[in-house]
């Protein structure tokens, strides 16, 4: 009922830049926080970045003054710049959402993924 769907990733160069989207769709009636995390084999999931209301955002220490989230205008996909990109950056960048449905209920959907690879 409710899908993200994330693309954008690929291999880039030490100092590169990549820009990731995620397009939401389904029966959502408020889509209010949209976010980026990522996970590297053998570690934890860890928060990237997250946008609230179009305009309040949070990012990790570790990406703060590199990446950059925003959120269209339809207020249906979600984007993430990625400039001056690291190794450490590599992993499988997930899209989530937390949404209000037609139903009045709330959900927290996630993305499948897509591989961001920063080769040294």
């Known amino acids: 009922q409710v899908q993200l769907v994330e693309s954008g990733g690929g291999l880039v160069q030490p100092g590169g830049s990549l820009r990731l989207s995620c397009a939401a769709s389904?029966?959502?009636?408020?889509?209010?926080?949209m976010g980026w995390y990522r996970q590297a084999p053998g570690k934890e999931r860890e928060l990237v970045a997250t946008?609230?209301?179009?305009?309040?955002?949070n990012y990790a220490d570790s990406v703060k003054g590199r990446f950059t989230i925003s959120r269209d205008n339809a207020k249906t996909t979600v984007y993430l710049q990625m400039n001056s990109l690291k190794p450490v950056d590599t992993a499988v960048y997930y899209c989530?959402?937390?949404?209000?449905?037609?139903?009045?209920?709330?959900?927290?959907?996630w993305g499948q993924g897509t591989l961001v690879t920063v080769s040294s």
């Open positions: 946008i609230t209301n179009g305009k309040s955002t």
């Open positions: 989530n959402a937390g949404v209000i449905t037609v139903r009045h209920e709330y959900l927290e959907v």
């Open positions: 389904g029966r959502i009636l408020v889509t209010n926080r």
